[in-house]
């Protein structure tokens, strides 16, 4: 196109966003903008605040995460440490309504690395989507040994606890179930009211199911995996 075209067309597209600005000014803000923009810079900035609101609502959750650069899906370490097609699936199709799962393995099988990628994809999808209503905003992640310490120090006054955010929260990542010293009936306060509601847990031990049921009780450990829970067994598993 000639210059002189270019200079018409540039003056033709001016005269027309100038008569969108003289007779169709913003409803929303009722600037001198042409509507269709006010629109979009609002949806954008709606999405900006909500993303903010999300990493607020997320914030205790991200803190209590290892800070392993490396534990996301696809990533080549994380690869490495998680050779187990379960976990790596584990990681990267749960939901809520997948239930409760326990993972039971020795050290190093990449049980605490899967649900760490789990944990940064949930993340993820709620700061993506703007969410605050995303099973991330409300969910936990707890070591047995700090909620077992926790439960000793807090028996009268559970309102504010750790135990009392890990009971009430959509979804709780317990770590390292069996590595604690205390009485076992901590563990049965925390996964009652959990299993009255429905609400998820994905549990991490270095136990065997036998140990953990003559450690923690059968009715403990099932309220671990039911309703529509599942458990991966790692002992001896190939990838």
């Known amino acids: ?9 540039g003056a033709t597209v001016a005269d027309v966003l100038r008569e969108q600005r003289e007779h169709h000014p913003c409803r929303g803000c009722g600037r001198d903008t042409p509507g269709w923009w006010c629109v979009a810079w609002q949806a954008a900035d709606d999405l900006r605040r909500a993303r903010s609101d999300v990493d607020g609502r997320t914030g205790a959750l991200r803190r209590a995460l290892p800070p392993w650069r490396w534990a996301r899906i696809g990533d080549p370490t994380w690869l ?3 050779p187990d097609r379960r976990l790596r699936q584990l990681a990267e199709r749960w939901t809520p309504t997948s239930g409760s799962v326990l993972l039971s393995g020795p050290s190093g099988a990449g049980k605490t690395s899967a649900c760490v990628a789990l944990a940064w994809r949930l993340l993820g999808e709620a700061c993506e989507a703007g969410d605050v209503e995303h099973v991330a905003c409300s969910a936990a992640w707890v070591s047995a040994l700090d ?3 926790d439960w000793r120090r807090s028996q009268y006054d559970r309102e504010g606890s750790p135990l ?10 317990l ?10 009936a901590w563990l049965l306060e925390l996964v009652e009211p ?17 140990d953990l049921t003559d450690r923690y009780g059968s009715g403990a450990v099932r309220r671990l995996v039911e309703p529509g829970g599942t458990i991966i067994d790692l002992w001896g598993a190939s990838t």
Not at 164 to 172: G, I, K, S
């Open 1 to 9: 196109m000639s210059e002189r075209g270019l200079a018409t067309l």
């Open 80 to 82: 490495a440490r998680v």
């Open 147 to 149: 909620l077992a310490d």
């Open 164 to 173: 009392a955010h890990a009971q009430r929260a959509r979804v709780v990542v």
């Open 175 to 184: 770590d390292e179930l069996g590595q604690e010293d205390a009485r076992p």
């Open 194 to 210: 959990r299993y009255q509601r429905g609400a998820p847990t994905i549990t991490t031990t270095g136990l065997r199911l036998a």
